[in-house]
């Protein structure tokens, strides 16, 4: 049964945590009521475990152990450190979004020239005010079941809130940053993005660590909505602090006739989990997933992905590498879920794993759950070293062997990155790729 109950220590330690936090969150009336909710869910179940079938890999009562407290407000010396973390990360011709240890820092953020029918609001404000309709949408989740979303929404901080009109056609990618200036402090942030019909536009997130930050934990979730005939290209970028805590997930709904293209790299943090639940909800939309993760050392990360087709005629493509070296641990969890109604439905899933290390894990595990009997589906998983034949060719032309390797494994997760439409964000994750390759020394 795929049910477990907190201890009552563990009950009382998050009970003191969100006690000491409930004055510090924004919102009342029916924000403070889901967020009670919320908690309840969350201290009933606890920090997950291997108990839980969907966590049976990433064991936080083990790896995180407990709930650090929320990060104070960001003063001038954090402001000024997130400030100088940013300069290594400038993209151009971006509406830049900056969340500062969780909160919305608009002195970082350049924002002062919004095309017409898009906007931008933080979380904080939008929960503190009367707009009851959006304050449901991000809440919507509180009813879950998972208890680092429940946790999320009893504790949701701040974050940004977009909205893009139909018709709307972004000229520029809407590039949002957390920076992590804290030391072992957490950040609760939520955003929502919510796409219009016939819209088109291209999110970017990317969560780094300024100098000196350390042991501190992420926990942020994603509510996107895609309208009908709309298209949605998205990047993730995770490079937190080595000994960082990153748990985030993403919520998105994608309309009828739209396009939502996601890719997403992970190369920080010392324990990670990315997870996406996504849903076909309108007839012939088209769902590509892309993935890499780049782990060393110690580091272990949780990709796990859920997606329902829960109309006809909608295809979906998961594609998703991972690259480890040292005892670096990888987690690849994929289901896609076809219902009844969803006839002619074509899905297909694909994962790799390259071990560069005998000590090296990867746990691949890709499902399928069909009630339909007219639909196209399938799932594979492959796992092993580089090809030592390659490795010699190259080597016998004079290549050193890191650099050799370096080749290779650039060509065996390109396959993931050129998945990015947007040549200069392309870019901008194969840097980052560079960046993992070269501190392999």
């Known amino acids: 049964m795929n049910v477990a109950v907190a201890n009552t220590k563990d009950s009382q330690v998050f009970g003191d945590i969100f006690a000491v936090a409930r004055d510090r969150l924004p919102g009342k009336g029916k924000v403070a009521s889901a967020r009670q909710k919320a908690f309840e869910t969350f201290q009933r179940i606890g920090l997950p475990h291997r108990r839980l079938e969907d966590w049976k890999y990433t064991d936080l009562r083990v790896a995180m152990r407990d709930i650090a407290p929320i990060a104070d407000a960001p003063d001038k010396a954090a402001l000024t450190c997130g400030g100088d973390a940013l300069e290594a990360l400038a993209l151009e011709n971006a509406q830049l979004l900056v969340l500062v240890d969780g909160a919305f820092a608009p002195q970082l953020s350049k924002i002062d020239k919004l095309e017409k029918g898009l906007t931008i609001r933080a979380l904080r404000e939008v929960l503190e005010s009367g707009d009851t309709a959006m304050q449901t949408r991000l809440i919507a989740s509180a009813s879950s079941s998972d208890p680092m979303i429940a946790l999320n929404t009893a504790m949701m901080t701040d974050g940004v809130v977009i909205e893009i009109a139909d018709g709307l056609d972004l000229a520029t990618p809407l590039h949002v940053v957390h920076v992590s200036t804290s030391k072992g402090a957490s950040a609760f942030t939520r955003s929502l993005l919510h796409l219009g019909n016939k819209a088109e536009a291209t999110l970017v997130e990317r969560f780094i660590a300024a100098e000196g930050a350390d042991a501190y934990q992420v926990h942020d979730a994603l509510v996107i909505s895609v309208g009908d005939h709309a298209r949605l290209d998205h990047i993730r970028l995770m490079e937190d602090a080595g000994d960082a805590f990153n748990i985030s997930t993403a919520l998105v709904t994608v309309g009828s006739h739209s396009h939502f293209n996601t890719f997403g790299m992970t190369s920080g943090g010392a324990v990670s989990r990315y997870q996406a639940f996504i849903e076909c909800a309108g007839e012939y939309s088209n769902i590509t997933t892309y993935g890499v993760n780049l782990f060393n050392g110690t580091q272990h990360g949780d990709t796990t992905l859920v997606l329902d ?133």
């Open 309 to 441: 087709h829960t109309v006809p005629n909608c295809s979906s493509r998961e594609v998703f590498r991972s690259v480890l070296d040292d005892r670096g641990h990888s987690v690849f969890q994929g289901r896609i879920n076809v219902h009844p109604d969803a006839q002619k439905t074509d899905a297909k899933m694909m994962t790799r794993a390259l071990l560069l290390s005998d000590e090296a894990e990867a746990d691949n595990k890709p499902e399928l759950e069909i009630f339909a009997d007219d639909v196209t589906c399938g799932h594979g998983a492959t796992a092993g070293a580089l090809d030592e034949s390659l490795l010699f060719y190259l080597r016998a032309r004079g290549l050193p062997e890191k650099e050799a390797q370096a080749l290779l494994i650039a060509a065996f997760v390109g396959e993931a990155i050129e998945s990015i439409v947007n040549d200069d964000l392309r870019d901008v994750a194969m840097a980052t790729a560079e960046r993992w390759l070269a501190a392999r020394g």
